[in-house]
């Protein structure tokens, strides 16, 4: 089964406004990494927010991640269109996990930027 | 190349036939990893090399599927006597070492008839 689970599974918003996916997840983690999918092909990668982290910035991208409640967020601030693609969080499992060293992703959020 | 480099780009088979499915990672990589995007849906974890360890193999679904990985380098996704429900896009990623950034190839597009 998938270690994270994105909510919501699709988001539809203005261009201007700001998006927010959430990620949960099951087991404990040494990272928790979003990536960016467009047109159902390869990931890029976006963001690592450490299990000691709390907060991550990077452009327009604010990444949180709360370890006691297993969650952790994505806020993409001033969507553009070209923001329109779909988003996975991806976690790492701490090396005596059975996900050790390797990345398990969810289902991903569709976010659509609307011109 | 400077990327993840899969190949075939796009593969249609006939139902009980093998296919092979390479990736080059990047130069210097130790990690490299295989995943199943059916359409969709999110990632699958197929299989897992790190350097010189034994691959963890605990995602791959059935026997009909293997992989190799020579030299510490190219990597080979191998599926016997495929089934329509090995349709699916197969993406491979390397990364420096574990619980680093994963650079993804563009994936393959496996369509079984």
């Known amino acids: 089964s998938q270690q994270g689970e994105e909510d919501p599974q699709a988001l539809s918003i203005q261009e201007g406004e700001n998006a927010t996916m959430n990620c949960s997840y099951k087991?404990?983690?040494?990272?928790l990494q979003w990536y960016r999918q467009n047109s159902g092909r390869g990931l890029v990668h976006l963001i690592l927010?450490?299990?000691?982290?709390r907060e991550k910035h990077s452009g327009r991208l604010r990444v949180t991640l709360d370890t006691s409640k297993k969650s952790s967020s994505l806020l993409i601030t001033a969507s553009r269109a070209a923001d329109t693609a779909s988003y996975f969080c991806a976690t790492d499992g701490g090396p005596r996990d059975t996900n050790a060293g390797k990345s398990t992703f969810g289902d991903g959020t569709t976010l659509t930027v609307k011109p | 190349g400077a990327g993840v480099s899969q190949s075939p780009s796009n593969k249609v088979t006939e139902k009980g036939k093998d296919v092979e499915l390479r990736c080059d990672p990047i130069?210097?990589?130790?990690?490299l990893y295989w995943y199943r995007q059916s359409l969709g849906q999110g990632l699958e974890f197929l299989i897992y090399?790190?350097?010189?360890?034994?691959?963890?193999k605990s995602g791959l679904p059935s026997d009909r599927f293997s992989a190799e990985r020579t030299g510490g380098s190219v990597s080979t996704l191998t599926i016997q006597r495929t089934q329509q429900e090995d349709s699916a896009v197969y993406l491979c990623?390397?990364?420096?070492?574990?619980?680093?950034?994963?650079?993804f190839g563009q994936g393959t597009r496996l369509t079984v008839v």
């Open positions: 090399f790190q350097g010189n360890s034994a691959p963890d």
């Open positions: 927010i450490r299990s000691n982290e």
């Open positions: 087991t404990s983690i040494n990272n």
């Open positions: 990623a390397s990364s420096l070492e574990s619980y680093t950034e994963a650079f």
């Open positions: 130069s210097g990589h130790t990690a």
